[in-house]
């Protein structure tokens, strides 16, 4: 089965992915205006500059952050 | 001895037993499959387990769309009649059980009238699978016009305008340098009746009037042309395999030729404020019956995500790929030929919801 993986050698720390992932935008609707969320409830957030997965388990793997991570550092596998 | 034999042939699943009464197999065709995961919903004995079908079609992932437990598979054969795209197969010594009255099958189909199809292609472009092949053959351009066309050689000074007018290149001549022996710029001015469709362009570009061309197509064309010249052949053909009878032919054909006949009945229902339009539906949609609506981008109050229902085929895909839980497809009817089996019915009318 597919799990959601981040490379974090790879990450520049955008955040597109956190404000792409509808899950995201489901859970801290701030998100999803292009800010970051106000809570670790989550899927992913930046942080220190990088990614970080803090709630995997709920990630739907709709392979929408794929489609926007400019470095392929999250990812499908 | 009774043995399940599983083959695997790139991502296509043979599930095979054969006993000295009976051999059953059953297929998959991961290339039809669309990932609505019905069958896995109908399957008796769990056997059936839909893959991950949005990270397969959007993010490329080397997987099969569904997986069959060849353990736990008792082969009854309940997912194929009941899969809406055909991509389950089964067959009892080698024949399939759609061919079988005893069993039933999902009432649907495409077709396109050859009687009254003129050949647009409107079909075959707007198919969703590219399904639809349309072969035409076209009239020649030259039996739909008439006229005529005649050039004076002595009074033409080749100056090749005429040459670099005409519209459909009719007109060609014979360029070379100047010698002593032959001092002209052209030998020779020839048109191709089968190409000139007699517009009168050279006619009115020609800077000596050494051109004569009347066209007749305007007034007496009804009375040249012999009807079975301009006639538009073709034939158009629907690949069952790929065709879902999504209707979208349907819907664009001017004539009315296509006829598409659909095995379910329901209802398509978004929860816009749940959407966040992530699109996966709309890669997941087999129909192209979602879509983001440009105009309205940025509005408030504005469709994340439209549907145009006329095209679904309710098989739920969208409703799986969600990862929200914005889309809710509600099957109301299945369409299926009868069975005397009762629990075959039941499980036909399981699928509604």
């Known amino acids: ?77 | 001895m009774v043995a399940n034999v599983k083959e695997l042939k790139a991502k296509e699943v043979t599930v095979k037993r054969a006993s000295p009464e009976e051999k059953r197999e059953l297929s998959f065709k991961d290339e039809i499959c669309v990932g609505c995961g019905i069958c896995e919903k109908i399957c008796p004995v769990q056997a059936i387990e839909l893959g991950p079908i949005n990270a397969i079609e959007r993010t490329g992932a080397e997987e099969s769309k569904i997986s069959i437990d060849e353990a736990k598979c008792v082969l009854c054969g309940m997912c194929s009649p009941v899969c809406p795209v055909d991509a389950l197969e089964f067959k009892i010594d080698d024949k399939s059980i759609k061919e079988m009255e005893e069993y039933p099958k999902l009432i649907k189909s495409s077709e396109i009238s050859d009687e009254e199809c003129i050949y647009c292609k409107a079909c075959e472009t707007a198919c969703p699978r590219d399904a639809i092949t349309i072969a035409r053959v076209l009239p020649d351009r030259s039996k739909l016009v008439t006229g005529e066309i005649e050039i004076d050689k002595e009074t033409c000074v080749s100056c090749g305008i005429c040459e670099e007018m005409c519209p459909a290149d009719a007109i060609t001549m014979e360029h070379h340098e100047p010698t002593s022996a032959e001092p002209t710029v052209s030998t020779d001015i020839n048109v191709d009746k089968e190409k000139c469709v007699y517009c009168l362009i050279c006619k009115k570009s020609c800077p000596v009037d050494a051109i004569k061309a009347v066209c007749r197509s305007c007034s007496y064309g009804e009375y040249d042309l012999n009807p079975e010249d301009t006639e538009i052949k073709g034939s158009s053909f629907i690949d069952e395999e790929t065709c879902v009878d999504c209707g979208w032919c349907e819907e664009i054909c001017p004539v009315d030729a296509a006829h598409v006949e659909k095995a379910f009945e329901g209802e398509l229902l978004i929860d816009q404020e749940k959407c966040e339009a992530c699109g996966a539906c709309l890669e997941i949609c087999p129909c192209n019956v979602l879509s983001f609506p440009k105009e309205e981008f940025g509005k408030q109050g504005a469709e994340n995500v439209r549907a145009e229902e006329k095209y679904c085929i309710y098989c739920g895909a969208c409703e799986k790929a969600c990862p929200v839980e914005a889309i809710e497809v509600k099957r109301t009817a299945v369409k299926h030929t009868p069975t005397k089996s009762k629990s075959w019915d039941k499980k036909m009318e399981s699928l509604k919801t």
């Open chain 1, 1 to 77: 089965m597919v799990e959601l993986k981040v490379d974090q050698d790879k990450c520049l720390g955008c955040g597109n992915c956190v404000v792409s992932c509808p899950v995201n935008g489901a859970i801290s609707p701030e998100a999803a205006g292009g800010h970051g969320p106000k809570t670790e409830e989550v899927i992913m957030m930046v942080e220190n500059g990088l990614v970080k997965l803090f709630n995997v388990d709920k990630c739907a793997k709709c392979g929408t952050c794929p489609l926007f991570c400019p470095t392929d550092a999250i990812y499908l596998e």
